[in-house]
């Protein structure tokens, strides 16, 4: 059976099914051997991916047969430029470098691993600063340090593929300001690292080991294949029982199969293969089905299955681990000492090239300085949150954000921005289904949550609805939509075939809704780092797999004319804490961003 959602109410009243739909047809698949093209700070471990999580080795992204080119306004993405340093991506498009991994494949997480006996003494690795000169570094430079990490007593444990958070912060008494790094990891434990002089003054290193390359490949090899990591609390409420004693079982995604005798929830449109599947002790109606919330404890048995004899990856001191950068080299130690910055003001650069859909994502995302992200994306304009600007934008027009609790924070930051009333209309329910009706501006704006929310409280299965039935339908013929997706902070514990599946679903439901409106700008937002406040949480809401989640929306929605709006660098400068709601102040620049992107079309 299929769970009801509601549908927004300017919706139209026809079915949202799609009868000709075939989630098995030729031009459903996408290219993700290139989806860590975008090889930054925080990732040193994209040599080590496996043909297991490559779907096509042809480095082009397929169009519907029958969906016609973008039109000329849309320019194609340009080839991508040579670097002095090859990326992981690099290496892959070589013929003799092709499946280089890091480290091999494991199939089977009870068995003996190659790095058993590795990495339970951590070893400070070199940190060196390559270029310029040390004594002569000026604004705009592009810096270049070195890593050397492969100092182990036994060679043989460290192989590369760490990963890494890298940011560059000014000194202790300077003005704020902070930029994000990239890493080329060369699969032998030396990594080189490059920022951006984007600002005048002293600056220091701020190097964290976040996994080590053992840890990497246990995550990728182990715990992302890993079936029953997401569990659910299903709430039955059948008429003949009260509010008190609900029925309650637990659910987990399954595959194909016989479920005979179990409660089993399917939507091959919006999840392929993959059903939820529910006990079902009490023998209620499976059409009763209210309120999910996540199983906490089987998620933490799950954990502690999954992580046996090797916990120690995950701990202190190889995990989550600040680097102070000794070095026993002939080149200065970078960590300890400040890095001056010859110049004066900040980086400005006025030769960014014009926004527009499909455009390649650069190495150097931007900076903060002040309290102000600086992007460096493309050349857009920074005005549009003030009030007239943004009812400009954003009047006659109908917003659509799909996505989580970080995207409704961009739904409540832009309510209180925009400066006119908006008018509540009845169902209006915080956690998961919002709408603002603005009658001065003409503009109604929508967040919706998707369905399987991952959280400790419960959430109403009609309250929830899935990112394809939505685009479905969006039937305005005045196509004067706005539509932000965000699929990533709850999909971590999917298995990656299960959430790839879910993604290229999302994909070519935006292809049909292109059919109907061509020109409606799509964005879709990209994940951050996050917090953890428990070890397990390291494993299941893992930094190193949200990461990988944006790689594959990255390149999944690649060339159907959608935006890409990087995050990961604007939060992970930042100059507090990570968390996965972040505070106002970043909101507020990543709402800069959106706008330049979507305003300027306009």
């Known amino acids: 059976m299929r769970l009801k959602s509601r549908k927004p109410f300017w919706f139209s009243a026809k079915s949202l099914d799609d009868t000709n739909f075939d989630p098995k047809s030729e031009w459903t698949d996408v290219n993700i051997a290139n989806r860590e093209l975008l090889f930054r700070s925080y990732i040193g471990a994209t040599c080590m991916a496996s043909t297991s999580i490559i779907a096509d080795e042809n480095p082009q992204v397929k169009h519907h047969p029958h969906y016609p080119p973008p039109p000329k306004r849309i320019a194609s993405p340009p080839k991508r430029r040579s670097h002095h340093s090859k990326t992981s991506a690099d290496r892959n498009a ?66 590369g593929g760490n990963f890494w958070f890298a940011v560059l912060a000014s000194a202790r008494g300077e003005p704020e300001a902070s930029c994000g790094c990239f890493v080329v990891d060369h699969c032998n434990g030396s990594y080189d690292l490059f920022t951006v002089a984007a600002w005048a003054g002293k600056a220091n290193l701020n190097l964290t080991l976040v996994h080590t390359g053992e840890a990497v490949n246990h995550l990728r090899n182990v715990v992302w294949p890993a079936k029953d990591r997401v569990s659910f609390i299903g709430f039955y409420h059948p008429d003949n029982v009260t509010d008190e004693k609900w029925p309650r079982t637990g659910c987990n995604f399954r595959g194909p199969g016989n479920w005979t005798g179990l409660c089993e929830y399917e939507h091959p449109k919006a999840m392929g293969d993959t059903r939820l599947v529910c006990e079902n002790k009490d023998n209620v109606p499976c059409e009763t089905l209210y309120r999910m919330k996540g199983h906490g404890a089987r998620i933490e048995g799950s954990v502690s299955r999954l992580t046996k004899n090797v916990t120690y990856l995950f701990a202190s001191p190889n995990s989550y681990t600040p680097v102070s950068c000794s070095s026993n080299s002939s080149y200065t130690p970078v960590c300890s000492s400040n890095l001056t910055i010859k110049g004066t003001g900040e980086l400005v650069r006025k030769d ?158 935006v292809i049909r809704f292109r059919k109907r409106c061509p020109d409606v700008p799509i964005v879709v937002k990209g994940p951050h780092p996050r917090n953890h406040k428990t070890s397990s949480a390291i494993i299941y809401g893992s930094d190193y797999l949200i990461w990988q989640v944006g790689l594959i929306n990255q390149e999944t929605f690649h060339g159907i004319g959608v935006w890409f709006l990087p995050l990961w660098d604007i939060n992970l400068a930042y100059p507090k804490t990570n968390n996965v709601h972040m505070p106002m102040e970043v909101v507020r620049e990543e709402l800069k961003m959106l706008l330049g992107l979507v305003c300027e079309k306009h």
């Open 94 to 159: 070589d013929a003799d470098e092709r499946g280089k991994v890091c480290f091999g494949p494991v199939t089977n997480h009870s068995s003996p691993k190659p790095w058993n006996k590795c990495k339970r003494t951590f070893v400070e690795p070199n940190v060196t600063l390559v270029s310029p000169p040390w004594d002569n570094v000026t604004l705009g430079d592009t810096i270049h340090y070195r890593i050397e990490s492969n100092l182990a007593l036994d060679r043989h444990c460290v192989s």
């Open 352 to 509: 960014l090239p014009r926004c527009r859909p499909d455009q390649p994502i650069p190495k150097f995302q931007g900076y903060w300085k002040d309290g102000v992200w600086h992007s460096l994306l493309c050349a857009m304009r920074t005005d549009w949150l003030e009030k007239k600007q943004l009812g400009q934008c954003l009047q006659n027009k109908r917003l659509v954000l799909l996505g989580d609790s970080t995207t409704r924070q961009w739904f409540t930051a832009l309510s209180r921005l925009i400066g006119v009333r908006g008018v509540k209309p009845p169902g209006d329910i915080y956690c998961c289904h919002m709408v603002r009706v603005y009658e001065e501006l003409n503009l109604t704006m929508w967040f919706q949550i998707h369905p399987h929310v991952l959280a400790s409280y419960a959430v109403d299965v009609k309250d929830t609805m899935f990112e394809v039935d939505v685009f479905d339908g969006l039937d305005d013929p005045a196509c004067n939509y706005i539509v932000v997706i965000s699929p990533w902070a709850h999909f971590t514990q999917w298995t990656h075939h299960s959430y790839l599946t879910r993604t290229k679903l999302i994909r070519e439901a």
